[in-house]
Each structure stands twice: as C-alpha cells, then as structure tokens.
C-alpha cells in the first residue's frame, strides 16, 4: 500500500504560506505540523491562516519540541531566515532527532566557503545521525547554479558561463517588491541597503562557488556588487495600491563575477523591477560548442520555489547522508507520484 511522506514546516511567513499550500495539495505528502515563532499566529488553525479547505485540523506550533516528541517525521521544511546563522539551531534540533531537512535559507544553498565550521559541524550531525541537509529554491538552488552546471554536460570545453534572470517584479508578491525597495528614493534606498534593511538578492557567491565546485573551475576572486537600484521613468501604481513617483525605485540589479586572470569566468546578473519589459532566464556558456539557452517567460519564483521544496522531498530522504547541495543530489524532478516505499 502507498504511504504518504510525513512533512513538517518551520516558517509561515508568504513563501512558508506558497509551500504549505502545495504541501497540502500534493496527494503523496501528509503534513504532520507546523511551527512559526510569531505569537499571533500560535493556536490558529492552518486551514483558516491559508484559507483553504484542507489544514484546519492542523494547529498552529510555537515551536519542534512538542511536534518531535509525538510525529513521525520524514522531512522538516524551513522557511525562515535566509541567512544559516540564524537557522543553525534549528537544523541541529532536527538533525539530532533523525531528521532530514530542506531549507530554503540562501547561505544553505553553498555554505561551505562562507561557514566552514559551521558546515563542518552539520555535516558530522547529518552523518551520525544518518540523515541528509540541503538548501534550495529556484534562486540560488536551480536556475543560477544547478541548471547552468547541467546544460554544460554536452560541451567538450567551456570557457564562461553568464546567467541572467530578468522578472517584472510587480507579478511578485508584496513583501518581494519592497525587499526590492519599490517605491523608495534613490537616497532612501540606498540608506536601507547599507543598514540592510533590504536586501536585495541573496545567494549569487554561493551559486558561482556551486558552479566553480562542480566544473572544477578556479578563480582569482568573486565579486558581488552592492545592488544598484532600477529608475522608474513615469508614474505607476503598484499592485499593493502605492503610488510610485518617476524618478524613484521600481526594483534592483544585483550582480557577481568570478574572475580568473582579469576574465569574467562565471557572471550572474539578478534584474527585477516594476515594468512593461520582457521576461526571462538565459544561460550563455562560451565554449565547444556555444550554448544559449532562453525560458522565455522566466520561471516564476514563488511557485518554482515552493515546487522544488516539495519535489525533493523523495529524493532527499533516499540520498546519502551529510550536508548536500543541489549538484549532489540525484536529478530533481516532479515527484509529485513518488509515494513513501
């Protein structure tokens, strides 16, 4: 008889929310709990936070302790932080239960270089415990890192890869476009960008180092530049009803580059922002042969991120244990009719 995988989800903030609802709907996966740390939200019903039929028997967890202590659990989700400071702790509590854990935490996605000891660390607990890490989403963990490395497999030789994701960010859920700083001035937002109140995109070094790891290349150093802020050039209101004036912010640049003997070896340009322009996600490897490769369209985020969560499930429970990235994990793909065995 075909079981379901036991899920468990950390995080409900709107891309927690996105995943749970696939979750949810997805007939091969039983969601087991569900934790966020904000006080309103504790004793609330899943179903009436999602309004959705399914998850109003699923009440609202302020933290694992009591979840560990009474579920079987396959796979806890988290969908917090996207730095792995902040969802170390929560990882090792996991890990130590005998637990795997998916992570859409950014850092998580290629931690190695950035956190060795840290990464070091969950490693040896994943190992002991028998159990797999691993960070994804659709950026870092599959559109910038993952699918470059793989359309490279028919080149005899490759000399630089160039990425480009390119969105209209006011398709975007709210709280993205004011991470983006839309709506703010040029002074504002660069104010917040250096007190890093907005981000702008996290995890471009740690897709390059994914990419240089798995094709062997080396570099003389990366360079992520501090984001650069899009101009809006007439008037426009935001799908959250705020007026944006011209002159202002309608979205970001973000950019990296390893460089090896003053080349660009690897270059990832992030674009999102507000407006009629075209959409898309283009890799360009310059080698033997050349390969451009162009999703028209772009691969919307939310749903591509909560969809990577959700296929992997499977396939990490059945991956070697440790800290893995998505270069070390069998070919993803829609696991949608993949039961528990």
């Given at each position: ?9 950390v995080g409900l903030g709107p891309m927690g929310r996105i995943i749970a609802k696939l979750i949810l709907n997805r007939e091969n996966l ?46 806890i989700i988290t969908a917090t932080s996207s730095y792995l400071e902040k969802v170390a702790p929560l990882i090792k509590q996991a890990v ?63 000399k630089s890869i160039k990425v480009t994701r390119m969105m209209n960010s006011a398709k975007r859920r709210v709280s993205f476009q004011r ?163």
């Open positions: 008889m075909a079981k379901k995988f036991n899920v468990v989800q039983s969601l087991n709990g569900v934790v966020d740390i904000d006080p309103n939200l504790k004793g609330k019903s899943l179903g009436e936070l999602l309004e959705v039929e399914k998850g109003f028997n699923t009440i609202i967890e302020s933290d694992l302790n009591g979840i560990l202590l009474r579920k079987e659990i396959d796979v130590e239960s005998g637990i795997n854990i998916i992570s859409i935490c950014e850092e998580l996605s290629y931690p190695f270089l950035y956190q060795p000891k840290l990464s070091e660390e969950l490693d040896l607990i994943a190992k002991a415990n028998n159990v797999t890490v691993v960070g994804t989403g659709i950026n870092p963990g599959y559109l910038m890192d993952l699918l470059p490395i793989v359309i490279t497999a028919p080149c005899q030789s490759v991470k983006i700083g839309t709506g703010l001035s040029p002074n504002e937002f660069r104010q917040k960008i250096d007190n890093k109140e907005i981000t702008g995109h996290v995890g471009l070094t740690q897709s390059i180092q994914m990419i240089c790891d798995a094709l062997g290349f080396e570099y003389d150093e990366i360079k992520e530049f501090p984001p650069k802020e899009m101009i809006i050039e007439e008037d426009f209101t935001t799908s959250y009803g705020e007026k944006v004036l011209k002159g202002n912010v309608c979205g970001l640049q973000s950019k990296a580059v390893a460089i090896k003997d003053d080349n660009e070896l690897v270059l990832l340009d992030f674009v999102a922002y507000a407006g009629e322009h075209e959409e898309y996600d283009s890799i360009e490897i310059e080698g033997t042969p050349n390969i451009h490769q162009k999703i028209i369209g772009g691969v919307h985020g939310d749903l591509g991120t909560s969809a990577m969560v959700a296929n992997l499930i499977p396939i990490v429970i059945k991956a070697r244990s440790g800290l893995l990235t998505m270069k070390d994990l069998p070919v993803p793909c829609n696991t949608e009719n993949i039961w528990k065995e």
